[in-house]
């Protein structure tokens, strides 16, 4: 049953005392996942990363597992003015901040019991300079993962980029490949383009499906930002938005073990701001029916009831270490 708004709140509000920063399992009827504390999906380690299950029935097979066999990689990057390409990386040491990781972890808390969704969980990490929080979030009839990703800067920042970015490998364990057939862009009515009415942009998708098994796995996001997506020919390391920004370095269309990412640019930031993106991981059976989530018409530089509420608790986080 969905919960209302303000139960959201007391959720925050009550859960908030006794967080914990154990990776949080997340499972619904088609999706499994694993929040780690470094801010990804899986923890390059343990069972699941992304598991889909296209019947519905929550029967998970761990050996189509999309981001845990292999060099697993999920990922987020961010680039500011001044400040080189930092990440967090699921292979990573989670929170390593100086390491590997160049967010440390501040918590990790599982929201599902109070949330308007069945699964929801909250990572929040930074470091001296910016604040970052992610949303993960679905419904149990889901075949998408919805992340809102909230970022706050602790001093003036300009030229804000970030990324998300994905080896998709769905094939990798069970039958021995991690080649994907991987598209930007989604052409619905299959005249050569992706910028008819119906299709889905070049700008807004990149997906792949497993060369096998034809499992899919995309990025989406209609954000109001300047965004792009791309492919990467480096399948495990390539996080970095100007990549993605840039339309990757595969052209529109790739068949290999390659790797997939989406990119904003979100602009500047004064000390104690805040701005957050909407985006997300779909699947589904095909590419043509693929979950796509619908498209808020919301002010990209307006804060979202959920930001205004990760920011309050991320003012209850800084009093309470007070």
């Not at 096998?212 to 495990?236: E, H, K, R, W, Y």
């Not at 595969?250 to 640019?265: K, R, T, V």
Request: aromatic content about 8%.
């Amino acid at each position: 049953m969905k919960k209302s708004i303000l139960t959201i709140g007391v959720g925050l509000a009550l859960t908030f005392s006794g967080s914990s920063m154990a990776n949080i399992l997340l499972s619904g009827d088609f999706i499994q996942t694993q929040i780690s504390d470094d801010g990804t999906l899986g923890d390059g380690s343990s069972d699941p990363g992304l598991v889909y299950d296209s019947t519905g029935t929550g029967t998970f097979n761990s050996n189509y597992d999309y981001v845990a066999p292999g060099t697993p990689f999920e990922a987020f990057g961010i680039r500011y003015d001044g400040s080189g390409l930092l990440d967090n990386d699921n292979s990573h040491t989670a929170g390593s901040v100086g390491s590997s990781d160049d967010f440390a972890l501040t918590s990790l808390i599982d929201f599902s019991s109070s949330s308007v969704y069945d699964n929801h969980a909250i990572w929040s990490g930074g470091n001296s300079v910016l604040s970052i929080t992610h949303n993960f979030f679905f419904n149990d009839e889901d075949e998408r993962i919805n992340i809102t990703s909230l970022i706050t800067a602790n001093t003036d920042i300009t030229g804000l980029l970030f990324s998300r970015a994905v080896d998709p490998d769905p094939d990798s364990r069970a039958h021995g490949t991690a080649d994907t057939n991987n598209q930007r862009g989604i052409d619905n009515n299959a005249d050569g383009d992706a910028v008819d009415p119906g299709d889905v942009a070049v700008e807004n998708f990149v997906g792949s499906l497993g060369s096998v098994s034809g499992s899919p796995l995309g990025l989406f996001a209609d954000s109001g930002f300047t965004q792009n997506t791309g492919i990467s020919g480096s399948c495990c390391s390539t996080i970095d938005p100007l990549t993605y920004l840039g339309g990757g370095n595969l052209g529109d269309s790739s068949i290999g073990d390659h790797g997939i990412g989406i990119a904003f640019i979100l602009g500047d930031l004064l000390a104690g701001q805040s701005i957050s993106v909407d985006y997300a991981y779909v699947m589904g059976g095909s590419l043509a029916t693929i979950d796509l989530p619908p498209t808020p018409v919301v002010d990209a530089t307006a804060p979202s009831t959920i930001s205004i509420m990760l920011l309050s608790l991320s003012g209850l986080l800084a009093f309470r270490r007070k």
